[in-house]
């Protein structure tokens, strides 16, 4: 029996329900429908009145959340899209963000993205927002990759008392299974070595840890080693654990699927370039997204992000200088 990304994250729920009568979900058409991409399925039965459903108001949605964490509740919040949040994006980050900062009180909430492209998706439902994010203090931003840190990433989102913004990739919902769920994991803002290997670093998250790893395996036919590190949490940024990966290697390459502007990559080159600079063989390159809205049409969406073949292509061009 396997289990999905998706059902991870509804089983991750489920178990916070169960757990502590503190923790509820409040989102749009998350109770009898089930949520967007059905991630609170059959949750609302299982839990009478701690599934509920909420008005077309992110702002609304966010703004409860925190008068409810105050208060001494843990709640999720479902956000049917990434790119919607933007609409409570003054409460995110204005107010659960600095709630402890200014008062000494925590705001213990969890806020769901269904984050990145899928055929067709187009502008306004493909948009990854963990850079934004991140660039405020106060929050906790996680970005998982596997169907084991989906599930126990979410939970661990729920237990702590910072207000957590919670990156599940939609295109991973059904593409990515595992045996079962796990029974231990790494801590938050530890990274994982998802790949060792000795000629150069990859560094990326979320669905991109997978393009990262196809490449790894197609080079390692041609006889170079790829180390590809997942970083799991883009905030706190396991800055150590790529270092570490650079000393090995010599090399490095940053991958996401969000805009190159600022950002995640940035940020990592950044941080290697002043605390590791001597460890460099030749400069940092990283590769994003296309600075432009996701295009619609599936064809133009392949070549807007990063795919396998982009990444190789990064990689060969990282090797010769």
């Given amino acids: 029996m396997s289990i999905t ?24 058409d998350v109770g009898s429908f089930g949520g967007a991409f059905k991630a609170t399925k059959n949750l609302a039965q299982e839990f009478p009145g701690r599934v509920l459903d909420a008005p077309i108001s992110e702002d609304a949605m966010v703004g409860s959340a925190i ?10 919040i479902e956000m049917q899209f990434a790119d919607f949040s933007t609409v409570g994006f003054n409460q995110i980050v204005n107010h659960a963000g600095a709630f402890h900062w200014r008062t ?19 502008p306004f439902h493909s948009q990854c927002l963990e850079g934004l994010y991140a660039l405020y203090p106060g929050l906790v931003v996680m970005t ?9 990433m979410l939970l661990e989102a729920v237990a702590i008392d910072d207000p957590v913004i919670f990156c599940e990739h939609k295109y991973l919902y059904y593409h990515l299974k595992a045996e079962a769920l796990p029974t231990e994991a790494l801590p938050v803002g530890k990274a994982r070595i998802a790949r060792a290997g000795r000629d150069v670093t990859i560094v990326a998250y979320s669905a991109m840890v997978h393009e990262a790893l196809a490449v790894a395996t197609e080079l390692a036919g041609e006889g170079t080693e790829v180390e590809v590190v997942d970083l799991r949490t883009v905030k706190p940024l396991d800055t150590d654990t790529v270092i570490a990966s650079v000393a090995r290697t010599g090399r490095l390459l940053c991958v996401s699927e969000a805009w190159p502007w600022g950002g995640v990559t940035a940020e990592v080159i950044a941080r290697v370039a002043t605390e590791g600079f001597g460890l460099l063989d030749a400069p940092p390159q990283r590769l994003n997204a296309k600075d432009t809205p996701v295009p619609f049409h599936p064809n133009l969406w392949t070549s807007h992000r990063p795919t396998a073949r982009s990444i190789c292509e990064a990689v060969r061009r990282l090797l010769q200088l």
């Fill in 5 to 28: 990304y998706l059902e991870a994250i509804r089983e991750a729920q489920a178990r916070a329900l169960r757990d502590d009568p503190r923790v509820f979900i409040y989102g749009q």
């Fill in 67 to 76: 008068g409810a964490a105050i208060e001494g509740m843990r709640p999720i």
């Fill in 144 to 152: 998982p990759a596997t169907v084991e840190d989906a599930y126990s």
């Fill in 104 to 122: 000494g009180v925590p705001c213990p909430i969890t806020i769901r993205l269904p984050s990145g492209g899928t055929t067709g998706s187009g």
